[in-house]
């Protein structure tokens, strides 16, 4: 696996002026792959954009290395780059501690008295975003890690984890209207229970809206 990362040029309006929504960013990450595209077989590529320190990055986990040049596209020249991922998933052990960086697309079905499928609708409010993660924890292989609260009366200050963004961008899908997605953006602390699984949610993603720059969670040990 490969995590490459390229800083946005937010300050040159013409050369970004196509990126309104995120179905331009989706199409931004696949042509960064010009090899899969000629030979017809595309991956999943996981994205997300990133704002640090004042500026805007597009963050990109593959399994083939990105064209530096396509992935420069709407990027400050000079700023690519690409590292092996391996190094890391191969060292992750059972108890390790990490911080954390996940921007998801946070949902809950709706399945109304006769209906097999059930209507998919975002978490709104700060409180049920939080728990959508609380409830995926252990399915994904990790704990969030808890700390000690200064308000015992307050369950929400015991978990070592809070809610750093909150928007909603727009896509443009080919049929029908645009639609606005909740993009929620989680940091904090968390434990490794189960190591594949947990590397199966660092690879593959959590939750809805993949492919639009959601799901991808990144990790730097604690130290």
């Known amino acids: 696996m490969y995590l490459s990362r390229v800083e946005i040029d937010v300050n040159n309006r013409a050369k970004t002026k196509d990126l309104t929504h995120l179905g331009a960013y989706h199409n931004w990450v696949e ?128 978990l070592a984890f809070d809610i750093v963004n909150r928007e909603w961008p727009m896509l443009h899908r080919k049929a029908g209207h645009g639609v606005r997605l909740s993009r929620v953006t989680f940091e904090g602390l968390l434990r490794v229970a189960d190591v594949d699984e947990f590397k199966q949610t660092l690879t593959k993603g959590l939750g809805r809206e993949k492919a639009f720059g959601m799901g991808l969670m990144t990790v730097i040990p604690e130290a």
């Open 31 to 158: 042509q960064s792959f010009p090899q899969e595209i000629a030979a017809g077989q595309r991956t999943r590529h996981l994205w997300r954009i990133d704002r640090l320190a004042g500026k805007k990055y597009l963050l990109v986990l593959s399994e083939s290395v990105p064209d530096l040049d396509q992935l420069v596209t709407y990027g400050v020249a000079g700023t690519a780059m690409t590292k092996s991922y391996d190094r890391l998933l191969d060292s992750i052990h059972e108890g390790q501690i990490f911080q954390f960086r996940l921007t998801a697309n946070p949902t809950y079905s709706i399945i109304k008295p006769g209906q097999k499928q059930g209507r998919v609708v975002p978490h709104i409010t700060v409180a049920q975003q939080r728990g959508w993660l609380e409830k995926r924890a252990e399915k994904a292989g990790f704990q969030i890690v808890k700390q000690e609260s200064v308000d015992s009366d307050d369950p929400e200050s015991t």
